[in-house]
């Protein structure tokens, strides 16, 4: 009897590659076409290209007109992309190649909920309608989109064009799904330098993880595959905010520190379509786009910002932020430990509010740029001067191994009163993105760390941009 379940034979054709690059080499890919798209008419007058991993939403798009590979001064568009991803350029442009920058807190994937957490470039050669994974990849490895087509063994249209739409399309729907998954799953490898060994063991793994995916009955629309050295781990992609409250009971964690003086309610129960810990005891939620909407009258809201499978940022409608913490995360009461690993030359970006007034009603948000090298930091919060520190992770019997930054005085206007800032990560949040809490001399609070500067810097816009914080209107929603 024949088996239906497909055989590992590798639907990706990763063994020609390198026949692929020679040829390219020699002319035979590379030049205009290796960007792929399709070419708009001479007698236009503009053009709309569409940027996609899914559509992405507020992408900046920078023309070219040097052919030196960088967004110049001068070259970027004033408008950014749309929620379809598009844009339209003018017709003097469609001559030069295109680079779009995803930039961290500002652009949004239709592919996942809340905002891009980390930066990066797609590019595309001159002439295509399309600025995708597939065009950046065409263009790093000098390929035409044929034949990049032909490694992957799919239809040239679903790398040279729109792939979301054409999944509409009967006969290009299969490879247009497996087209749209590969493009999830190697953003991340897009930041690096690849080369013809490195692109083939990235799409061995993905072909070898699809197979069992596909035998599975797994729907591709639904994941992304983590790929690495080692393999290809499978990931949930979350399209919608009702997958993010799947589990029932969450902790709410304040990041403005007047708020948390106070002490407001912060666990959250939501159970057969009633919250409690909001509003009324029950109020009645609904989900809407990126946001979660309480009560009957769109009385209070949370627009997620960030996700990651144990921490979701949002803001509300007051712009205060605030994370949820499932409590049944790993590691939810102890915390995660941090490892010299975290740190050591790394650069994070630390957000906290420092206000300690409680008569007060306006934070006092502290932005810093952390430098680390083996054991020295250098702290650079915005609006004051460096401040060169000691640093070390400490280990300790009763919680997780904690953050510990040795400041040389306690005078400084953005660390008043501090001999040192101790922060212990909560839970196993994920690597671009720490809750963390303070837990030094007068500042216990609860703080974020980043590791792109451009979201950093959006949720510190946001949040400093937030009106004063109307108590008797928060006892109303918080209990």
Known sequence: MK??????????????????????????????????????????????????????????????????????????????TNAQGKIAIDDADKEYPIIARIIAGQTQDADHIGMISNSYELVAEAGSSVVTPFTTLAKQLNLSTAQLAALLNVHESVVAEDYVELKANADLADDARQAHLFARSIIPALSEEMDA???????TQFAQALVNQQNLGTDLDSIRFNLSETGAEVEP????????????????????????????????????????????????????????????????????????ENLILIFDDRDQPYTYIPTDAPNYFYGKPLTAEHFADQTWYHLRDIQSDVNSNEPIIIFTRMEFTDNTVTLTPDGYPPIEADWEIETHDDTADTLTIHLPTREHEAFPGEEKVTLLAYSDTD?????????????????????????????????????????????????
């Not at 060994?197 to 799409?203: I, K």
């Not at 708020?259 to 009324?280: A, P, Q, S, Y």
Request: contains cysteine; glycine residues 8%.
């Open 3 to 80: 088996s239906n379940v497909l055989t590992p034979a590798l639907p990706f054709k990763t063994l020609a590659l390198a026949s692929a690059l020679t040829l390219a080499g020699c002319g035979g890919g590379g030049g205009s076409s290796s960007g792929g798209g399709t070419p708009t008419n001479p007698g236009t007058s503009n053009q709309d290209i569409t940027v996609i991993d899914g559509y992405l939403e507020n992408a900046q798009i920078c023309i070219d007109r040097n052919r030196n590979s960088s967004c110049d001064q001068g070259e970027t568009l004033d408008e950014t």
């Open 237 to 308: 992609v979350d399209q919608s905010v009702e997958h993010l409250f799947d589990r029932q009971l969450w902790s709410l964690v304040h990041l403005t520190r007047i708020i948390g003086l106070k002490e407001f309610h912060n666990n959250i129960t939501f159970e057969d379509g009633n919250v409690n810990g909001i509003l009324t005891i029950p109020a009645p939620y609904e989900f809407d786009g990126h946001r979660l909407i309480f009560g009957n009258n769109d009385e209070y809201s949370h627009e997620v910002v960030y996700q990651s």
């Open 431 to 479: 690597e671009n993105v720490l809750l963390v809490f303070h837990d030094s001399t007068q500042k216990y609070v609860n703080n974020l760390l980043f590791k792109d500067q451009s979201m950093a810097e959006a949720v510190t816009t946001r949040w400093r941009a937030a009106p004063p914080i109307e108590f008797d209107e928060l006892r109303r929603i918080m209990q």
């Open 197 to 203: 060994d490195d692109f083939n063991t990235l799409v």
